[in-house]
């Protein structure tokens, strides 16, 4: 009874907020929250967590009437750092690209508050379980994102531990691109924090798919071993992208900071086809090494 009491609660709160335009139709949702205005971009986004997935958190534009068949919802399942099983560093970011017409499936129980969470790690697993989900509700006539969802522009993300669960996912034939986001395959796996996924470095071989890495510049702990892992892949196209701040990358600050540029044009050109988008990686210079504060490489098979 208290359960459903608070989802009801829950649901008149978002009849409110549609008159702002953050959300319509509703979702069923245990809890939610408008993070940031709803996100500097053109849809805007709210942050909840479904009933039926659990350990995780749902980043999606609140108005699912913007979003059909012709014009469906690409799709990240993003890892969060030290394989923490919540977002609470991540979801400024991850909120800011849901609200340029994403959903975004973060691994974790939903961060109400920023604050550290406290808890068992996540698992590579939960990045799969996010795919089964948006796949399974894009093909039901029940859900409110029946035949809104592109099931065949998925990318898989993730922060440091995060994106060692990327790359352990990296074969899974569903996913279109990966980006890793300050992190990298061990040069030296001696130093790992205890029960990381340890993929080894031969496994880049198997990546099929384009890959890009947005690293913290030299003062970035996952550095060597991210650019290491770039000079190693020579048979998918890739791309690194540096800005000098640090392992903990832009992800607390407004909006998501400065990582939101490059990782939001990769999803564009890579799930939607977007031209404008990919000048910021092809060409010599590219556009995002004209950007202040970055620098890039890129292998030969991006142009």
Not at 30 to 59: Q, R, W
Not at 260 to 266: E, F, G, H
Request: charged residues 20%; hydrophobic residues 40%; aromatic residues 10%.
């Amino acid at each position: 009874m208290k359960h459903s009491i608070l989802l009801l609660v829950a649901l008149f709160s978002l009849t409110i907020c549609s008159a702002q335009g953050v959300v319509e139709p509703l979702m069923p949702m245990n809890k939610f929250k408008i993070v940031e205005g709803g996100g500097t971009g053109p849809y805007k986004a709210l942050m909840y967590e479904a009933p039926d997935l659990a350990a995780h958190t749902i980043f999606v534009p609140g108005d699912l009437t913007k979003f059909s068949k012709k014009n469906p919802l690409p799709v990240m399942v993003w890892g969060n750092g030290a394989c923490t099983n919540s977002s609470w560093e991540h979801y400024k970011f991850l909120n800011e690209i849901a609200s340029h017409g994403f959903l975004v499936i973060a691994t974790g129980y939903i961060p109400m508050e920023e604050k550290p969470y406290q808890g068992p790690m996540s698992t590579s697993a939960q990045q799969l379980e996010a795919i089964d989900w948006a796949i399974k509700h894009n093909a039901d006539p029940e859900s409110p994102y029946y035949k809104r969802i592109d099931v065949e522009a998925i990318a898989a993300a993730g922060m440091s531990c995060g994106g060692l669960q990327t790359l352990d996912n990296a074969k899974d034939e569903r996913i279109a691109t990966i980006m890793i986001m300050n992190s990298g395959l061990f040069i030296n796996p001696r130093i790992a924090m205890p029960n990381m996924p340890m993929p080894q470095k031969e496994h880049l071989q198997e990546i099929k798919v384009p890959v890009i890495y947005i690293l913290g510049g030299k003062e970035d702990i996952a550095y060597e071993n991210g650019m290491d892992d770039f000079r190693r892949i020579k048979s998918v196209p890739a791309f690194v992208a540096n800005y000098p701040v640090g392992h903990g990358g832009t992800y607390r600050q407004a909006h998501g900071g400065e990582f939101v540029v490059p990782a939001l044009a990769w999803l564009k050109w890579q799930l939607q086809g977007d031209k404008n988008a990919a000048k910021m990686f092809r060409g010599s210079p590219c556009g995002l090494s004209q950007r202040d504060g970055w620098t890039t490489d890129k292998n030969e098979l991006i142009d």
